[in-house]
């Protein structure tokens, strides 16, 4: 995956790799209108905030600015809408999720050097705040606003039962490429409910270039490729799964699936 976009992943900021991830599963993305309104956000963010006084007014001044001003918020209304992950669409709409919105606030904290970034939440991202000699703050990008513990305890809670609890882990900075990995089974869970299965496969193939042989991405291939009539390439892909992993609870369904494309004509690629 590194090396598909023709450059390197780990030397991008967040919304860099995000726009290249978008731009590699939809090229009609307009990526130089993003790089320069990106770089307009960027130039107003920075003459706004050259009248505070310190780094923490200067913060509180950034938030107001793109959460109020700028009027980017969280679609609460189609949260799991695929374009929301795609940084054009949040630019143009302002509503997003949070790692699109997240990713934007982040790039601007850059550029105007602000002691802002990402942490390993296992939930969604959220944004970690570090002032010299004081306690660490969280701030959820869907809204921004700052969050304690207790409701990023409440939200591992509902993730993953009721004895999950913050670990150490959770709270240190994670790398964008793990993010823009997170970011790509978003987009192709979206993808796949919206039957948008050309871009699924895409998204898909990438995963593959991040994980090679990874039977559940590649499970995951073979029911789009069955999505699309490939009948062949989707039973070679769940025969896969189904003697890698014999005892997932997956593999019943699986199997079903692998019995219909057996009844089903072979689909010749061209």
Partial sequence: MLQLFGENLESLSLVEGALALNVAINPSIQKQWVDTKLQEMCVEAE??????????????????????????????????????????????TKKGIPVTLGALFLYLCNYVNLPVSAINFPTQLVLRVDWPNQETRYINPFDGQYIGEHLMTAWLIGYGGPLAKILPVHLESIDNVTLIGRLLAVIKTACIREKKFAFALTCSDLALTMVPDDPFEIRDRGLIYQQLHCNEVAKSDLEYFIEQCPNDPSVLLVKEQVQLLLQQHPTVLH
């Fill in 47 to 92: 003459q706004v905030l050259a009248h505070e006084l310190n780094d923490e007014q200067r913060l509180e001044r950034l938030l107001q600015l793109f959460y109020v001003e700028w009027g980017y918020q969280g679609d609460i209304y189609t949260y799991f809408n695929s374009e929301n992950a795609f940084i054009d669409h949040v630019i143009d």
